[in-house]
């Protein structure tokens, strides 16, 4: 039996690895030296290649299958954001949110950190995943514990800032400021971001390894599953910790101390994990601005619900479903944009627009109605509007909460303030999200948290004015009648 050729050992099928190049550099009189210098340059321009999927999501998919996947997770996520409604239509009746109402202004905040936390946090791991970053065990276990200890770092300040600023717009235009009171919205805040921000950490991590195991882009799924659960589970643990705390506050009051001195401990170990991993690192030194400002215009948003509630009662279960629809579709998009600008982009990160031809500014036309693909997902998600509302409204009718009835008048006002958000949303979007890239900053970690909540602000904005519109068509009388204290104590 004659020896056999490397060949037959190491084929070449299209790519030159290093040790085909090696073993072929030893068989004599089949390669010239030309040859082996050019079967250099091949493999090198393979490895490269092989860095980034030679590929685009947005061009890949088609319309339908892009539909299919988002409206199954838009829809389950509308129905959390309607169990998230109901939860806030009942419990603001208990007595500790008649006797705090500044706990209103902490909601959208709070509700906003799926935008800041948990939507940023999926689109990042969902970019890696499409540019294959989490294919290997060791990489996704340092990609996923780097940003589990992000998220609770941010989480914790954000919460902390979040309840000053309820308690500087609460107390600070009546001059009045109560210690008991304040301990109790800093607890409650800290722990109620602490806490929705682990768990919603976690799930977005099975998402999106699931969606790469069943082969579905996690920029359809991940966003709008972190909207579906993050309301419902941020209001109910908002809610219960609150009303454990204002229970003790008649007896010993040495939780809510208690509870702030242990996240004042716990909050040094998170800031260290995450420095020490790479992935992270930069995200902990320069990703603070976006959330901190979010903070702000969404509590910009609970200040327009805390007046909204005292005047229309019914109000208080459209509000997440309307932040919350608007907030999921835009996160939605920019997620889409993001990835579709890295996997563009060759792997040379943000700072120059992959493509020539595509500007940062767009007319709010092109924006709908232009060939690119980001306009053909903008004119899905917008269709989605109106269909996906109506089901929420008929289901809240259904179950007999929001103290008013879907009628056509307040269909048509409630459906435009709908669709004029998402639309605005959309078009910010897409000149943030390219002026972002085009500035050299990473839309994965900057872009959302802006536009959700815008979305809160917004949403906000909209709701009330739509109500206050069919108060004066006579469609609906403000309640004057005083909110009974009731639920625990």
């Not at 073993?23 to 290649?49: C, H, I, M, T, V």
């Not at 799926?114 to 995943?129: D, F, Y």
């Not at 941010?154 to 301990?183: C, E, R, Y």
Request: charged content about 15%; proline content about 5%.
């Amino acid at each position: 039996m004659g020896q056999a050729s490397t060949k037959e050992y190491f084929p070449l099928n299209g790519g030159l690895s290093d040790q085909n190049i090696l073993l072929q550099r030893f068989e004599p009189g089949e390669s010239s030296e030309d040859e082996l210098y050019a079967a250099d340059d091949e493999r090198d321009k393979n490895d490269q290649n092989s860095t980034i999927p030679n590929y685009s999501i947005e061009t890949t998919e088609a319309w339908y299958s892009t539909l299919l996947q988002i409206f199954l997770p838009f829809i389950v996520a509308g129905l959390g954001m309607v169990a998230a409604g109901l939860v806030l239509d009942h419990v603001q009746h208990w007595k500790v949110f008649v006797e705090i109402p500044e706990l209103f202004i902490l909601v959208p905040a709070l509700l906003g950190l799926k935008g800041n936390l948990e939507m940023t946090l999926a689109s990042r791991l969902s970019t890696a995943a499409n540019l294959g970053k989490m294919d290997t065990r060791e990489d996704a276990l340092s990609l996923i514990t780097g940003n589990l200890a992000l998220i609770q770092c941010q989480a914790i300040v954000v919460g902390f800032l979040a309840s000053i600023t309820g308690m500087l717009m609460g107390w600070g235009p009546a001059g009045k400021l109560n210690l008991d009171h304040g301990l109790l919205l800093c607890a409650s805040s800290v722990v109620t971001a602490s806490l929705a921000s682990f768990v919603l950490g976690i799930v977005m991590v099975l998402v999106i390894l699931g969606s790469r195991a069943v082969r579905v882009n996690p920029d359809n799924v991940a966003t709008p599953i972190a909207a579906s659960l993050g309301d419902l589970t941020t209001l109910a643990l908002l809610s219960w910790i609150a009303s454990l705390l204002w229970a003790d506050l008649d007896q010993e009051k040495w939780l809510a101390p208690l509870i702030i001195c242990s996240y004042l401990l716990f909050t040094p170990l998170c800031l260290s994990i995450a420095w020490r991993n790479s992935n992270t690192k930069d995200v902990l030194l320069y990703g603070w601005t976006p959330v901190l400002i979010a903070m702000l215009v969404s509590s910009g948003g609970g200040l327009i619900l805390d007046y909204a509630v005292a005047k229309f009662h019914g109000i208080a279960v459209f509000q997440p479903v309307m932040n919350g629809v608007g907030g999921n579709l835009v996160a939605v998009q920019a997620s889409r944009m993001s990835t579709y600008l890295h996997t563009s982009s060759g792997g040379s990160g943000p700072g120059v627009l992959p493509v020539k031809d595509e500007g940062v500014c767009v007319t709010p036309w092109g924006m709908v109605c232009g060939g690119d693909p980001h306009a053909r997902t903008a004119r899905i998600l917008l269709l989605l509007v109106i269909p996906g509302h109506l089901i929420f409204t008929y289901t809240i009718s259904y179950l007999e909460a929001g103290h008013t009835s879907p009628t056509l008048l307040f269909l048509v006002f409630y459906l435009s303030a709908a669709w004029l958000q998402v639309a605005l949303l959309l078009y910010v979007c897409r000149v943030m999200v390219f002026s972002m890239w085009s500035r050299g900053t990473d839309p994965d970690n900057s872009a959302i948290p802006y536009l959700t909540a815008l979305g809160d602000l917004l949403g906000g904005g909209f709701l009330a004015i739509a109500f206050l519109l069919l108060h004066i068509m006579g469609e609906m009388d403000p309640s004057d009648t005083p909110i009974v204290a009731k639920g625990p104590q």
